[in-house]
């Protein structure tokens, strides 16, 4: 399938990025549950859990907010190398606690590496990629986020049974400490820059180069003609220099409005809570606690295995719209589903009914990682112009960190939080299917699909060919009136 194996390992390496965001998050959860480390801790309240889940998400929003600022000035390779030291330092200070507030210091500096990073992975994986393998190359940031949740599962499932003591929560965080240092090594000997922030900074023969390294699947002269049409479209676009979100959301209200809606969309499934959570259901349904960590690394390896065998056929055979309302409609019928088994099994001694109720949640976690998980990341990055893409990105996943930060209600009216999840699913079928764009990058209506560059005319907006002369001084303003009056979406 592949040609361009440099861009594979390329894409891997980079995704470990994202495999650390869904490992940090799922070994604190199952760390701070052992008796050993309440203890060491001084037993503190149960606070503290909710405590240690919000200090590392208020990082995460920190780390997207830095990413807005200054990862365009450094580069995505410098950034994500400032991302790698910062996310090792945080975990040596959480390994190393000593009390509560060190091990808090350690989980904010761990979350704002992780936040700046995630956005800044789905970018760089985004525009190192070809046409043709985009959906590939760009789902293994969701990949790596279900493999690191999976490989956090399978750890808390197996310090279980290690003897009591600090061993059994300081090994599982030390576990963190080689993945920084493994994508650092990677960004400093063979992962090149992205092309296209090179042409940006007018780094031309250098973005060429790392063009024709890249997409070695190409012919001497594809990789001229493509490389120009490029070229030529950031030049186009770098002529507006576009300082505030105001004169983003003026010049690409519709872009923008889909970038940032396609993150939120992440959390409204409730995926998130049920991730939390889960070990909480399976005990309300009378599941012993050794049982329901197994269940738990089942759970995170049937998303890992669903996310990959997706990402081979569907991103670029059958299309990101086409997957994100697949996605949604199997949501909304499986978060019906298990409300109704939890509601009519979970206090009483039927064990088969219980069963189905546990086949609920697995149900949802295949539907989830291969039709949403696959693309969600993946698709804010696509939408937006080279010029924007980190800020706009960065934006999108402060967006994403704010709305994730309030799954406590779970707790207080239990299987009746599915409702809410539903309607908000049903809510974003509309959305999806009105305002997306249909399918912006799928093999069917050409060869290869689009290339970033020409994901601008599935929005309305102008595309430069190479060759084609610019206008000085062109303004985008006027085609941007026309189209926030009367958008034509084809659906």
């Known amino acids: ?106 989980r904010i500096l761990a979350g704002i590496a992780v936040g700046a990073i995630s956005g800044t992975v789905s970018v760089y994986l985004s525009e190192i990629s070809s046409t043709k393998t985009r959906g590939f190359i760009g789902g293994l940031g969701g990949v790596g986020l279900s493999s690191g949740t999976m490989t956090a599962n399978w750890i808390g499932y197996a310090c279980g049974y290690a003897p009591y003591g600090a061993i059994e929560w300081r090994l599982p965080l030390a576990m963190q400490l080689p993945w920084g240092i493994i994508l650092f090594i990677g960004l400093s000997t063979y992962m090149p820059d992205s092309p296209r922030q090179l042409v940006q900074k007018g780094k031309v023969d250098e973005a060429k180069h790392v063009f024709a390294r890249i997409r070695s ?15 030529a479209q950031i030049e186009y676009e770098r002529q507006r220099k576009i300082l ?25 499934t409730g995926v998130n809570v049920i991730q939390y959570y889960q070990t909480t259901l399976y005990k309300s349904l009378g599941i012993e606690a050794q049982t329901i960590l197994a269940l738990a690394a089942v759970w995170g390896t049937c998303a890992f295995v669903s996310n990959v065998i997706a990402i081979n056929y569907l991103p670029d055979g059958w299309g990101r719209r086409k997957m994100l309302l697949a996605g949604l409609s199997c949501v909304i019928v499986t978060e019906i589903y298990c409300a109704v ?99 912006i990058a799928v093999r069917g209506a050409t060869a290869n699909g689009k290339t970033l560059e020409e994901i601008a005319a599935s929005f309305g907006d102008k595309v430069i060919e190479a060759g084609e002369p610019i206008v000085e001084g062109e303004s985008y303003s006027a085609v941007e009136k026309v189209h926030a009056t009367h958008v034509d979406v084809k659906v």
């Open 217 to 231: 699947d190409l012919e001497s002269d594809e990789v001229q003609r493509e490389f120009g049409a490029m070229h």
């Open 244 to 268: 505030t979100f105001g004169e983003m959301w003026t010049l690409y209200r519709r872009r923008v409005s889909v970038c940032i809606a396609v993150q939120i969309l992440t959390c409204v």
């Open 1 to 106: 399938m592949f040609e361009d194996r440099f861009a594979l390992i390329v894409g891997i390496t980079a995704s470990i990025g994202t495999f650390l965001y869904g490992f940090d998050t799922g070994i604190a959860t199952t760390t701070i549950a052992h008796p050993s480390w309440r203890a060491f801790m001084g037993n503190r309240s149960n606070g503290i859990t909710g405590a240690v889940v919000s200090t590392y998400i208020a990082g995460e929003a920190i780390g997207a907010c830095i990413q807005i600022l200054i990862a365009d000035r450094l580069g995505r390779k410098r950034f994500m190398q400032l991302c790698c030291i910062l996310v090792t330092i945080g975990c040596v200070v959480q390994t190393a606690a000593q009390n509560i507030p060190m091990f808090l210091v350690g």
């Open 341 to 439: 088994m939890q509601r009519e099994f979970q206090h009483t001694n039927n064990r088969v009914g219980k069963a189905f109720a546990v086949v609920g949640i697995f149900v949802f976690v295949i539907c989830y990682y291969a039709l949403i998980n696959s693309v969600t990341w993946l698709y804010g990055a696509e939408v937006v112009p080279m010029s924007i893409r980190s800020r706009m990105v960065g934006l999108s996943a402060v967006a994403h960190y704010v709305v994730n930060a309030g799954p406590t209600a779970f707790g207080k009216i239990h299987e009746n939080y599915y409702y809410v999840f539903v309607a908000c699913c049903a809510c974003y079928l509309v959305i999806v299917h009105m305002f997306f764009p249909t399918d």
